[in-house]
């Protein structure tokens, strides 16, 4: 560690109570944006959100010996694992709310994968591991997640293409011309500007906000997954587990670039100690937890991230008061109420950079790892993921259908990814050889602010 970062460190605990809990505010802040922009897009509880978000950090500190300052907020990749399970509800004759409790089922396995890959990890090594894992499988598969949700964002921005292109202009604006704070906090910069303008122009309902109450809880119990066991549609459950799980493959990746970003920032090797088994595994648990309450999937927030590069404290306990202020604040159904009445259009507008910095995500995956394409088993496994991830999307049928379960689109192209990699010849992905490509797999819209060696 160096001796700047160990100031950092240092200078943490010299601030006092005052200034602590203006890094916590700040902290929170930063993932406000994106933290609320899931639960706006799926039609999850708010509130459930920002409480397990809280609690989710707070477990994960726990389980990685109070050391790594992340903060866990909504997941954006698993937004298309949603969407998919709502429509096959709906082709069931289900709505939507009745539909996500099944998909937080196949988020809640998901998150189990952490600790299958945590177990590999420690058994076999990450070396040998991520063989299976390499960039020209999960590239690809990012790369399909943005675009199978582009056609929602069309749809969302068609309300009102003016405040969209407003939300628009201002994330770009922000997001490269903006200095420290503006910078790491475009998601939300863009949500507040254009939410204004539209509610300026009487274009927001706000009749919800004022029947809301200021205090209740933050769940409902026919919102969670538990729920879904009262009359179980077992179809469904076996075919969301099967679309989801897959995209933790790329969620995975996300972790481990997240953790190599922090570790580079702080100047302390948090794969090593507490050591990546450990961090997957509080991330894989607060993703578990939070789906069963009918929360969003949790993932390491590169937005905290430029925070503590911003501002030099690298105290993980600044992060848990953030994370105590995302709790208290889940307490408050009001809010939670004027988040809902967001305009379509300021949804639609966010989302259409959000999905398409997904899919230009996986293709700094594969470059920034020189993924060789003279290689022709690499086209071959690109070419296969990306024709039949969004092929099978945007059918007729939107899934493919085994008879005893259905297939999404993502998990079918994973799927054949995995398999083919796995028996094709040729293959020369070794992690850790490559820092900067190790990194690549952020799915954030700043990932400029990431400090690099």
């Known amino acids: 560690m160096s001796t700047e970062n160990l100031q950092g460190i240092y200078d943490a605990r010299k601030l006092g109570g005052g200034k602590m809990l203006t890094l916590g505010l700040q902290h929170m802040f930063a993932m406000f944006g994106a933290t609320v922009l899931v639960p ?50 709906a082709d069931q004759g289900l709505d939507a709310a009745t539909s996500l409790p099944y998909a937080c089922i196949g988020v809640f396995c998901a998150g189990l994968m952490y600790f299958v890959l945590a177990g590999l990890f420690a058994a076999f090594g990450a070396k040998k591991v991520m063989r299976f894992f390499p960039p020209i499988v999960t590239g690809p598969i990012i790369i399909a997640i943005g675009l199978s949700l582009s056609g929602s964002a069309i749809n969302n921005c068609g309300q009102n293409w003016w405040i969209a292109l407003l939300a628009i202009a201002i994330i770009i604006v922000c997001n490269i011309w903006g200095k420290k704070m503006i910078k790491i906090i475009p998601i939300l910069l863009g949500v507040l500007g254009s939410y204004a303008v539209a509610a300026c122009f009487g274009l927001c309902d706000f009749s919800a906000v004022k029947e809301a109450a200021w205090i209740g809880l933050p769940f409902k119990m026919e919102n969670t997954a538990f729920h879904v066991f009262k009359d179980p549609n077992w179809g469904l459950v076996v075919t969301a587990i099967i679309a989801i799980i897959p995209i933790s493959l790329a969620t995975m990746m996300e972790h481990i670039g997240d953790m190599c970003a922090i570790s580079s920032t702080t100047g302390i090797n948090y794969l090593e100690d507490p050591g990546l088994h450990r961090t997957l595994m509080g991330d894989g648990l607060a993703t578990a937890l939070a789906s069963l309450f009918g929360a969003p999937a949790n993932t390491t927030y590169g937005e905290n991230t430029g925070v503590l590069n911003l501002t030099k404290v690298y105290d993980p306990r600044v992060i848990r008061i953030a994370a105590c202020f995302a709790i208290v604040l889940s307490f408050c159904p009001k809010f939670s109420a004027i988040i809902a009445c967001m305009p379509a259009a300021t949804i639609g507008g966010v989302s259409l950079v959000l999905y398409g910095m997904i899919s230009a995500v996986g293709i700094r995956n594969i470059v920034e790892n020189q993924v060789d394409f003279k290689a022709a088993r690499n086209v071959i496994v690109m070419a296969l993921i990306l024709v039949l991830a969004i092929g099978i999307s945007y059918s007729q049928a939107g899934c493919l259908d085994l008879g005893f379960t259905k297939l999404s689109g993502l998990a079918v192209a994973a799927l054949v990814g995995i398999v083919l990699n796995a028996i094709l010849p040729g293959k020369d992905y070794e ?23």
């Open 40 to 89: 706006v897009i799926t039609g999850l509880s708010m509130s459930a959100t920002l409480l397990f978000a809280g609690i989710g950090t707070l477990i994960f500190h726990l389980l990685t010996k109070l050391k790594v300052p992340a903060f866990l907020g909504s997941s954006f990749a698993f937004l298309g694992g949603y969407a998919t399970v709502v429509q096959m509800g």
């Open 431 to 453: 992690f850790g050889a490559n820092e900067q490509g190790d990194m690549a797999v952020n799915f954030e819209i700043n990932p400029s602010l990431r400090k690099k060696k």
